[in-house]
């Protein structure tokens, strides 16, 4: 296939877990014969990459959402996105993540007529849902703007015949939120031979040696291991990855009275985790909103951590407490700590989590699966 893939972002620009996994579909689809060319924004351009397209605002600055510059975007990356097609002349386009890219490259690859598929990571698309009716003066100008001269800033159109997303939590939300397409789950996988396994999967240092790796905002529940960690004097805890300026700031102030039992090491390279999580005994996934799905629960499971989690959101469709992990409840620091004094007065228990978490992985939630998985909705959307 020939294949056309629009995405906000890519490597080297990395902003979450999603633009390193495609890369990675990339790499995959190419291994496998397929022309790909990615057209995506930011950074010099090469002969696989077109770096035309325009972001709303840079990461992580907020976005910037008034309709006149959200027009003004839509023009410039439909132009970007159909002239991309016309040089590259696509079988198919796959589309990525429009975060911040406006409806403009969706318009432009539907306006084509090339099968497009979509991938939806998470909720964004439901940002360019028109406004709806209401009685305020606000709303009543918004609903009528957004069906008349700022049509184009939204959905309003678009068909999204053909899309994928990560779990039924988001199908669930995205339906919920009034998307007017098909939705099809396909779960992410990550690619084993990036996270060997430790040599004794479970094993629990003294102290333990707890760890978290994601983006740094409130709705991820990091500052509930900070309120956990004063009742579990027989852990530590690592966090890495970057974020809200604010937020990280509290979370340092919080760990002050903790002392050296907290580390917070910054964003890393992706190829700098394999280590990180041989380093450690345990990984937490304390996200307190309805988190889509996740990749980081999924790498420490691989590299034989047991993982404490919550369980409410995409990721805790794979999870079983007691059997591949131990779940609390979203934003309880008492929870968390029982989890945690449980799992370190327990070899046995920390030793099965372990293991059953790596078999999760390696049977059901493996990079190669998912790929080709993805590679099957494309070959299907050329199917007349």
């Known amino acids: 296939m020939r294949i056309l893939i629009v995405s906000n972002l890519y490597p080297p620009e990395i902003q979450g877990g999603y633009e390193i996994l495609c890369a990675q579909v990339v790499g995959w689809l190419r291994a496998r014969n397929h022309e790909v060319l990615v057209l995506t924004s930011s950074g010099s351009e090469s002969a696989e990459e077109m770096r035309n397209l325009r972001l709303s605002s840079p990461f992580p600055a907020p976005a910037r959402r008034g309709r006149v510059h959200q027009l003004r975007l839509h023009r410039f ?14 079988e198919l386009i796959f589309m990525w993540s429009q975060l911040r890219l406006g409806s403009g490259p969706a318009r432009a690859a ?33 609903a009528l ?15 999204f015949r053909r899309a994928v997303t990560i779990s039924h939590k988001l199908r669930e939300i995205l339906q919920r939120g009034g998307y007017p397409g098909e939705l099809q789950v396909v779960y992410q996988g990550i690619r084993l031979e990036d996270f060997g396994c430790k040599q ?28 956990a960690l004063p009742h579990c004097p027989d852990w530590t805890l690592t966090i890495v990855g970057a974020g809200n300026p604010d937020y990280v700031q509290k979370l340092k102030e919080s760990a002050k009275p903790l002392g050296e039992r907290v ?6 390279p992706h190829a700098q985790l394999a280590q990180v999580y041989q380093e450690h005994d345990a990984f937490v996934f304390p996200s307190i909103w309805d988190e889509p799905y996740g990749l980081t629960h999924l790498e420490a499971m691989a590299s034989g951590l047991p993982l404490l ?11 079983r407490d007691g059997v591949n992990c131990l779940g609390f409840l979203k ?54």
Not at 145 to 159: M, V
Not at 309 to 317: K, P, R, S
Not at 348 to 372: K, S, T
């Open 331 to 384: 934003g309880s620091a008492e929870e968390l700590a029982q989890a945690l004094r449980r799992l370190q007065s327990d070899p046995a228990l920390a030793r099965r989590l372990a293991l059953q978490g790596r078999e999760l992985v390696v049977q059901e939630l493996n990079f190669e699966r998912y790929a080709r998985e993805l590679e099957e909705v494309l070959a299907c959307a050329l199917t007349p």
């Open 145 to 159: 703007s957004d069906r008349s001269w700022a049509r184009a800033a939204t959905w309003s159109g678009l068909k």
């Open 110 to 142: 539907e306006a084509s007529g090339i099968p497009v598929v979509y991938t939806w990571n998470d909720d964004h698309i439901l940002g360019l849902a028109p406004v709806q009716w209401g009685l305020t003066p606000r709303r009543l100008v918004g």
């Open 309 to 319: 989690a919550t369980l409410h959101g995409g990721h805790g469709e794979h999870l």
């Open 263 to 268: 580390s917070f090491l910054g964003r890393l």
């Open 77 to 90: 990356n439909y132009r970007a996105t159909a002239e991309a097609i016309a040089r590259f002349r696509p």
């Open 200 to 227: 004794e999967p479970g094993s629990m240092g003294a102290p333990g040696r707890l760890l978290y790796v994601g983006q740094l905002h409130h709705y991820k529940g990091v500052h509930t291991l900070l309120e």
